[in-house]
């Protein structure tokens, strides 16, 4: 009988303790001394869901990694010039094309990149612009010597490779191979087979196109094509109708497409395909163009059955690691009421909500209870003594301010009063300068920031305030605040008016200057919570979305929003609490309408070696 070594042609080993796992251990067997077992490295392969795209389509041109990858032109209504970025969390906005077209070729990197022919009646049903992307804006370049529609690409920005197309309506498919190098075209060799919108991996001198029509797999080494002999493993006869790529000649994984919208994905190791596991959404006529490797890849937009332009995003692992996708999950409901506009603070697992406002109308109509969450359930604190809804606040549980409106004030609305909290009750603290209400705030019991509506903006130190030297601008209702007392922003609101906007303010202590605007024009309403480079806004109020109260969720980065997982249950003037931001927060109460007690709780992407126990000693 043939032991390990003869099977594998490695030793099987002791380790005393287990050894941090790494790709070199994929595949091989240990003995673990401490703990009597004998273990494997195990391949994970799986689709996980990332975040969505703000705006659904197919044909678009793709580029990029699955940590820095972006998404180009497109069909949605009709030809779009959207662009839009991931950073392995979420999509941002990007510059916006010259030339708004579909059926769109990509290549590059996302500070890199080129798009590349297409079709966007009326401006021609095949196009020859070529654009090149600079991660910021994109500018017209060397057009390709012939207009055409449905081609396929890949390469780099300074070495691309474009093969196939068609040039008319009905018009044939076409053999001809077309390089650019830096910003000039040459012809290179024909294919054998006249093809259109297959699967591209590569480089310009070593590309592979899959599918072609036939279920071919075709090598272009420079100069030449070759047959590989290896067909894709899909069902049907009409494969030019791909989902998306990632990967190289050798090594690659094609996703979804022909003969319709499928979920299959196929892996090529160089010399055979097999099959791979599906992906959760059924797709075709993706990224044009690949994007990241065949052990780290990433699918987004498509024709979905329907049809249905998809926003949907999925990333491709195959390593010995573990990945779960970030996402919400339900958490322990209010012991109490469902209120909105009341006073939040803490972190994940230690938060507390206190005061707001309950409808339907309990009695009182402005609860005075605070409950406390340790992570999976709530239970009753304190009462305040003086405040209800729209108050700011900020802190943790168990050392924090709240201040703003107060029920018991004639009428009710603004007040100058701040109570503090020490875990177990409230306390007067140092008044307001000017009576204002809102229900913004961040920092600490002791480097408190509270920016109002009204444009008053003042700094607590635990015993008073201090009116801050500028205000933000413009007069805005709903806004809300992330961060610390020297370095938060400020965004969204309303206006006079009834107007929602998109403008995010950033402060260093001294001033406030114009950050990155919001997805989406919105109040917070409840959404700020983490720090002024990590923060992000869950729950607010949008006209523009549907529902009005938002499920829709993004964060910031110090410079521009992206987006994230969306919430179950849309709502607005509710509570966050954060440790950080983009791993571990919670989002909790709120107007849906009319009032929630539900609490949702977020955990970022996260990746766990992992090894398989095969006996036990």
Request: with cysteine; proline share 5%; glycine share 16%.
């Amino acid at each position: 009988m043939a032991d390990y070594t003869d099977i594998y042609g490695k030793r099987v080993k002791v380790f005393d303790p287990e050894p941090t796992l790494n790709s070199s251990y994929e595949g091989q067997v240990w003995y673990d001394s401490t703990t009597g077992t004998l273990k494997s490295a195990v391949a994970i392969e799986a689709f996980t869901s990332g975040s969505n795209l703000s705006t659904g389509r197919f044909s678009s041109a793709g580029a990029g990694s699955q940590t820095a990858s972006l998404i180009a032109g497109g069909y949605s209504t009709a030809g779009t010039d959207l662009t839009e970025e991931y950073n392995g969390s979420g999509w941002s906005t990007g510059g916006t094309l010259n030339q708004a077209r579909y059926y769109i070729g990509g290549a590059g990197t996302q500070t890199s990149a080129l798009a590349m022919s297409g079709r966007n009646p009326p401006a021609g049903w095949a196009l020859a612009n070529t654009e090149e992307y600079n991660g910021t804006a994109w500018t017209n370049t060397t057009a390709s010597p012939t207009a055409l529609n449905q081609v396929t690409t890949t390469g780099t920005q300074t070495a691309a490779l474009l093969w196939g197309g068609v040039a008319s309506p009905g018009g044939s498919k076409q053999t001809t191979t077309f390089e650019l190098n830096s910003e000039s075209w040459t012809a290179g060799g024909a294919l054998p087979v006249g093809l259109k919108v297959a699967g591209a991996f590569g480089t310009q001198t070593a590309a592979m196109s899959a599918g072609n029509g036939d279920g071919s797999t075709l090598y272009y080494n420079g100069s030449t094509w070759s047959d590989q002999s290896a067909t894709v493993p899909y069902s049907g006869s009409d494969y030019w109708n791909y989902g998306g790529t990632s990967g190289t000649q050798t090594a690659g994984i094609l996703m979804g497409g022909g003969p319709g919208a499928v979920t299959t994905t196929a892996k090529w190791d160089g010399s055979t395909w097999s099959s791979n596991p599906a992906m959760a959404v059924a797709r075709l006529t993706g990224p044009m163009g690949p994007i990241g490797t065949s052990t780290a890849g990433l699918i987004a937009s498509g024709n979905a059955p329907g049809p249905v332009y998809t926003t949907a995003t999925e990333e491709f692992n195959s390593s010995i690691n573990t990945f779960t996708a970030a996402a919400w999950s339900s958490g322990g409901n209010l012991s109490t009421i469902g209120r909105y506009s009341g006073a939040n603070a803490g972190t994940k697992n230690a938060a507390l909500y206190a005061g707001g406002y309950a409808h339907p109308v309990p009695s009182p109509s402005y609860p005075n209870s605070t409950e406390e969450y340790n992570g999976s359930s709530w239970s009753s604190g304190g009462n305040l003594s003086n405040l209800g809804q729209g108050t700011g606040s900020a802190g943790l549980q168990t050392a924090c301010w709240a201040t703003g409106r107060s029920p018991n004030s004639s009428p009710t609305g603004p007040t100058v009063t701040t109570e503090e909290y020490d875990g177990s009750s409230w306390s007067g603290g140092g008044n307001l300068n000017t009576s204002q209400g809102g229900t913004s705030g961040c920092g600490t019991l002791t480097a408190g920031s509270y920016a109002r509506g009204g444009q008053d903006h003042e700094n607590y130190n635990g015993t008073a305030w201090t009116a801050a030297t500028d205000s933000p601008s413009p007069t805005r209702g709903g806004a809300k605040q992330a961060g610390t007392q020297t370095a938060n922003i400020y965004f969204g609101g309303e206006i006079p008016g009834g107007t929602y906007i998109n403008t995010t303010l950033e402060w260093d202590g001294s001033s406030w200057t114009t950050g990155g605007n919001l997805l989406i024009n919105s109040a917070g309403y409840g959404g700020g919570i983490g720090t002024q480079t990590a923060a992000m806004q869950a729950q607010g109020y949008s006209p523009a979305t549907s529902p009005s109260r938002m499920t829709q969720v993004s964060a910031y980065d110090g410079s521009s929003w992206s987006t994230r997982p969306s919430l179950s249950t849309g709502r607005s003037d509710g509570g966050n609490s954060s440790a950080s931001p983009n791993t571990d927060c919670i989002t909790f109460s709120g107007a849906v309408p009319p009032v929630t007690t539900a609490t949702e709780e977020f955990t970022g992407a996260t990746e766990t070696a992992t090894a398989s126990t095969l006996t036990t000693s």
